[in-house]
């Protein structure tokens, strides 16, 4: 990966960690250069049981994007939050693991009303 890809994937990891400060009123920052494990997410978030990856390209290969989560996640629900250029973030889970992640952002919302 080069420079300039390395700078976009750290620019997203902060405006995604900005986004889910606004949106959840949680405490959220990069989590690479306070970890620096392969097992670390690249968000630190208050939501717990939460792994938070993030991509920041124009073309996300989804499926193994989806699986690195899941392989880093531990026993936490992976969660892959996307955006490409001059597109709205989204946040990809698997299936079976949404009712947990609602459970986890119920709780955290009504924590932080």
């Known amino acids: 990966m ?3 890809s390395r700078r976009k994937g750290q620019r997203g990891e902060i405006e995604a960690a ?3 400060r606004r949106l959840f009123r949680i405490e959220a ?3 690479r250069q306070y970890q620096g ?6 968000v630190l ?3 717990p049981g939460v792994h938070i990856e993030v991509k920041r390209c124009e073309s996300l290969r989804l499926y ?7 392989a880093d996640a531990g026993g936490n629900v992976p969660v892959v939050l996307h955006r ?6 989204v946040a990809i889970v698997r299936l079976d693991d949404l009712p947990q992640l609602a459970v986890q952002l119920y709780l955290t ?5």
């Open 64 to 70: 193994p994007a989806v699986e690195q989560a899941a």
């Open 45 to 47: 978030a208050d939501i």
């Open 18 to 20: 900005a986004e889910l």
């Open 29 to 31: 920052r990069r989590g």
């Open 109 to 113: 919302l009504a924590e932080n009303a």
């Open 84 to 89: 490409a250029n001059q597109k709205p973030w």
């Open 37 to 42: 494990t392969d097992q670390s997410p690249d």
């Open 2 to 4: 080069g420079a300039k």
